[in-house]
């Protein structure tokens, strides 16, 4: 049973008048442990596409089943919580709040269970330390590096172990070195840890670390590639 | 939901150190509105307390029949003999109202002195006087003594000066004090000698009589009616100085919710717009939040939170700076029988309080819009920063 499945898929948003079809008829499945690349020009509707497989936003038409779940049928706060649970976010500009150091910002997702303070910060810095950033708890994100803030969004990412990460352009923000260390990381998590990942991204050599290759055009499917 | 709110307002509040200048505007905004409604209602409070100090229910006020105020009143020594031979009239003054043009002390421009002649059971109906400096006048001789609201308002009516009245020079005697009532707005002096002086011989405006019990005043009223030989009204003190203030005290308790509305309106504008700005610095931060599983309830919460926060700390520093600035404040101001009243602003903790819910008011309103708006954005658009 594939962990996320969409079936006749459509988005479209009104601006003004004026109806944008944004994404229209996509079918797809994605295996439980895939490596997954999103690629297309800008415009193409991969960012939409992620953001409906996150429980982010909402299909105009067809159903997004993710783990089991139609996301359809659930309420906002049920999506939340849902989101909580089960997908783990990676964006390109990092998204860490400034005021928390490294272990807060980890330890941000796991507010939402009922772990006690001790045990969120032991599964924070855990969670930091298989990112290599074990001691970096106390910087803020000013302190840290491109990379360094971008592992920490990973660490954020994993630590209420949810199965699916969705990563959108995880190392557009940064120079080719550090973004191969980002892309190997997230090839860790996914064949050492089990983790489902699905990237959205505009660099051929990032996609080449997934296992497989979707290209949207113009809101379409135009090309599955292993 | 709770440790939601409870988290994300802590992140807010950690975030408003790199927002202290456009917070502040809340703080400033609300704290000159508080300020300013706490100072104008602790005037009308004042005002209020002052006319309301003098009344006391055992005590009441005998006036010409159609009379709203002593200086409109009058009375013959028949209808004085009469109300003073009731049995439930257990002490009784005549006494002569009038006003006199004196400087000012602050700009010297001249103003109604109230001048009370009285009997000497005056000061056994109101044992609230007291002599703080000099002594009392003394019956026939051209003397005064001033309270100290007076002397602190009038030139030339503080102990051992002189005054002139009607081509006639008065000595002033002494200071009194009345528990911060009306009557230390006045100069009071033997009723016969004022008299003879102002040529009202054997007549007065009004008595002042302390009655039995509080119940008799309905008892004479009705006396008076049935009395052909009458033609008088009995008001209780209480309800009589409650009179005279109630109109000054509207209008001051009216002026001061006009100039609160419009600040107000100004400050809700400085709160809404400083609390958008704050929401717009931190739209990716919050939609971030919300995308990893946090509520929009708490995202309204934390806003609302911070605004009232700030609203509250607003509310305390305006109502610091009325307490502080004007409590006990003495100034005057004309009274319902056209003398000048010396009173103290009155900045009560009724005040303070009333003060900071309007805070806490204005504050609600000023953080609701912006929340909500924070909470209802899409996390795909909020995530983008736009």
Redesign the interface.
Known sequence: MPIVSLKEVAKSYRKGREVIDVLDGIDLDIEEGDFLALMGPSGSGK??LL?LI?G??NPTEGSVVVGGQTLGDLS??GL??W???NIG?V?Q?Y?L?P??NALRNVE??L??TNLSGAQRRKNAQTALTIVGLGDRASHKPGELSGGQQQRVAIA?AIVADPALLVCDEPTGDLDRETAEEILDLLGILNREHGKTVIMVTHDPKAADHASHILHLDKGQLVEQAA | MIGQVFQITLLSLRNLPSRLGSSSVIVVGIGGVVGVLVAILAMAKGFEASMSRAGQPDRAIVMRGGSTSELSSGMGPGEMAVVGSWSEVTAASGELYLVADVPKRSNQSLANLAIRGVEQDAFEIRPEISIVEGRSFVTGRTEMIAGRGAVAEFEGVETGSTIELRNSTWTIVGMFEADGSVYESEVWADLATAQSIFRREGGVSSMRVRLASPDAADVLSQRMEDDPRLDLTLTGEDEYFKSQSQQLTTLIETFGYGVAAIMAVGAIFAALNTMYTAVSARTVEIATLRALGFGGMPVVASVVIEALLLALLGGAVGAAVAYFGFNGWTVSTLGGSFSQVAFDFAVTPELLVFGIVWAVGLGLVGGMFPAVRAARLPITTALRGE
Request: hydrophobic letters at 45%; a positive charge; glycine letters at 8%.
């Open positions: 960012t939409t953001n996150g982010l936003d906002g706060k939340a919580r989101r909580s649970r976010f964006f500009f998204n709040l005021v928390l941000l997702p507010l939402l954020r």
